[in-house]
């Protein structure tokens, strides 16, 4: 095959059996990669009402066919598996240098069952696979597992891992990988932990075959002098700035979440936003495989309390610690993700959590005696403790650990968990975004912006502006940017680069670009419509997964807080989120009933009416 | 009539000794897209102008005292 490797490897843990398989090739095509390859595995293989951390549960790590090719951002890998955080369907990406190395050793997807009896490791070396005893791993950070597995198989080998909070099962631990890059959301570092499964490492001296080398090169020559182009016009601020920059946008449109959501501008913004995070601690920028871009961030602070050295912070990051806790120092901001990088947690999750038991807090619904220290509004030495004690599950870490829908409602208060499925959001604010709200309660993992972003036409005016305050006919688009991303997430593209470089300029956005990109990778000769169509057949199988599950409408949902209490200041002031109008609109378009079920009509034309498990 | 400008990221090149914030003097009717070109602000640059905390158009006139924020818009994540 070209693209793809043509090879899928099966780990039973429980057995300790390792076994090869072909891939498909009309499954391959169906479902592109990455994501695609998640879903299709899933509903044959996992049990959609079996409990998360269980040796029931199955969970994937597979890359695309652009994953590792020299395409532009092909670098990333998707981790699907049922969630502990949702209990619905997950899939968290990342990218880094360790996806490429994954196919370079041969293989296209990893799936991984039941539970090893010792905390293992796999080692995969240029197609050759084993478990290896990770019992002296146990325990140990994600900075530090990393080095060590490096120096026990090879100086070269590139390491995905779970560092202390994903063995403690903290709810939204991560898979940490090339120490930095984060696998964050929804808990698959948990998952691992579950299955003592400690880390995959890798080492690939292979290369990805292209179906049409020459058409390969010509259309990546074209595409990247175009971006270079245009980034000498306007110098690309993710380059600069990081994703952090996005604070001067989101502050200045109002929809910066501040105070767990109660307000959408922080009046400390100038203090965390990309510009300060430049001029005060920035080493340097870093870019994963095959990135022109270069978003990632290198960072030294020195400070007595805060002081250290790492990667990040990311704009998500900086939300959820910063404004939503009331943190204007970004120093305290940058030592709680430094923490939750190297001991493995999710910072959206982390920060949104500590935000939600701060207004506990304030409302009385929480005592500090409980906490067991002072836990007012911008306290950033709290924040960083409590970071600290969630990964460890020390004292009230435990509660945290479960994250904020858990702890909210145990104190009877859930309507204070700023989620959607029990999933923290990201940092754009629906009041004053509408098709936001639409995108986090239909996203199949919960509160998240990966799935579909309509940030790029509310927001950032890509590929044109849209009013971010009307709600009518944004369900269409809405669609459409949730087609694009999966078919982004299954190629193993980042969302930074396809949705301006390589998708058309209308708001129907087509993948036009990485359709190129895919027949001159693999030769399948996909139409336009195809590729939509298999854009489509992914998210539809990710909601039969959903509603097997047991989800239904009643779960695409938001807060009260975002649906009727009027945002007090911002320009989106006084708006709600109109998301019961938008819905019905959606439902519609995705051709699902009322309810939210797809129709026996619409898994027929999409190739999904074989049931799953 | 004088208003404020706020420039950030690509566009601080285009401010006057490249300061972040600075006072310009246009005159009376000026509109952002008449601010923009009075900085040099080539036409086809992608950016976003808030006026008093809201996103406007280039074609929206300005007031005296008026804040203008301009920044380009980029993706965050």
Redesign the interface.
């Known amino acids: 095959m070209h693209g793809w490797m043509g090879k899928i490897l099966r780990v039973d843990l429980t057995r300790g059996r390792l076994r090869e398989e072909p891939l498909e090739p009309k499954a391959a095509k169906d479902f592109i990669g990455g994501r695609g390859f998640g879903i299709h595995i899933l509903r044959r293989e996992a049990d959609p009402g079996c409990d998360p951390l269980s040796a029931e549960n199955v969970m994937v790590m597979a890359t695309g066919p652009l994953t590792g090719t020299g395409a532009p951002t092909g670098a990333r890998y998707m981790i699907m598996t049922k969630s502990p955080l949702t209990g619905a369907i997950t899939c968290s990406n990342a990218g880094g240098r360790f996806p490429t190395e994954l196919k370079q050793a041969g293989f296209d997807a990893l799936i991984f069952t039941g539970k090893a009896e010792q905390p293992v490791y796999l080692w995969i070396e240029d197609g050759s696979a084993e478990l290896r005893d990770a019992n002296h791993l146990w325990g140990k950070t994600t900075h530090a597992t990393t080095d060590m597995l490096r120096s026990e198989t090879d100086a070269k080998a590139r390491v995905a891992c779970i560092g202390p909070a994903g063995e403690r099962l903290v709810r939204f631990a991560a898979v940490m990988n090339d120490k930095d890059r984060a696998a964050g959301r929804s808990g698959v570092g948990a998952v691992m932990g579950s299955k003592n499964l400690k880390a995959v490492v890798v080492r690939g001296t292979g290369k990805v075959a292209l179906a049409d080398p020459e058409r390969f090169k010509a259309f990546n020559q074209e595409t990247i002098a175009r971006f270079k182009a245009a980034a000498r016009e306007t110098p690309l601020g993710l380059t600069i700035n990081g994703t952090a920059g996005v604070v001067i946008t989101t502050q200045h449109l109002g929809v910066l979440p501040t105070k767990n959501w109660q307000q959408g501008t922080f009046s400390g913004w100038e203090q965390i936003h990309g510009e300060t995070l430049s001029a005060k601690y920035l080493v340097r920028n870093k870019a994963c495989y095959a990135c022109p871009i270069g978003c990632g961030r290198i960072t030294r602070v020195e400070d007595p309390v805060f002081g250290g050295e790492g990667e990040g912070p990311e704009y998500e990051t900086i939300y959820a610690m910063g404004s939503n806790c009331m943190v204007d120092n970004l120093a305290a901001v940058i030592k709680a993700n430094y923490i939750c990088n190297e001991q493995g947690l999710d910072t959206i999750t982390m920060g949104a959590t500590i935000a939600c038991a701060m207004e506990l807090v304030d409302k009385g619904f929480l005592q500090e005696e409980t906490v067991g220290r002072p836990l007012a509004w911008g306290d950033g030495e709290a924040l960083v403790e409590l970071t600290r004690m969630t990964a460890a599950r020390e004292g009230f870490g435990d509660r945290l650990a479960e994250g904020s829908y858990r702890l909210a409602a145990s104190l009877g208060h859930p309507e204070l968990a700023m989620v959607a499925k029990k999933q923290e959001f990201p940092g754009y604010e629906p009041r004053g975004a509408q098709a936001m709200g639409l995108a986090y309660a239909t996203s199949p993992i919960g509160g998240s912006h990966m799935r579909g972003d309509p940030a790029y036409f509310e927001l950032f005016g890509i590929p044109e502006p849209v009013d971010p305050l009307e709600w009518r006919g944004k369900a269409k688009i809405t669609k459409s940017f949730q087609d694009l991303s999966a078919v982004i997430d299954s190629a193993g593209l980042c969302i930074f680069f396809a949705v301006r470089n390589l998708a058309g300029k209308s708001l129907d956005v087509p993948p036009t670009g990485i359709r190129e990109y895919l027949n001159a990778a693999t030769g399948a000769d996909y139409t336009l419509e195809e590729l939509i169509r298999a854009g489509e057949r992914i998210i539809t199988a990710e909601r039969q997964f959903l509603i097997r599950a047991g989800f239904s409408r009643r779960d695409d949902t938001l807060p009260a807080r975002l649906t009727a209490e009027p945002l007090p200041d911002g320009p989106a002031k006084g708006m709600v989120c109109h998301l019961e109008e938008m819905l019905d609109e959606y439902y519609r378009e995705q051709n699902w009933s009322e309810e939210g079920i797809p129709t026996a009509e619409r898994l027929a034309a999409l190739g999904l009416e074989e049931e799953g498990r | 009539m004088i208003v404020r400008v706020k420039c950030?990221?690509?566009l601080r090149r285009y401010a006057p000794e490249g300061r972040k914030d600075f006072a310009i003097e246009l005159d009376a009717g000026a509109r952002v897209a008449n601010l923009l070109d009075r900085l040099g602000v080539?036409v086809?640059?992608?950016l976003?102008a808030?006026v008093n905390?809201?996103?406007v158009a280039r074609e929206t006139p300005l007031q005296d005292g008026d804040a203008v924020?301009l920044?380009?818009?980029?993706?965050?994540?």
């Open positions: 950030f990221t690509g080539p086809a640059t992608d976003i808030a905390g809201r996103r924020v920044f380009t818009p980029m993706e965050g994540g």
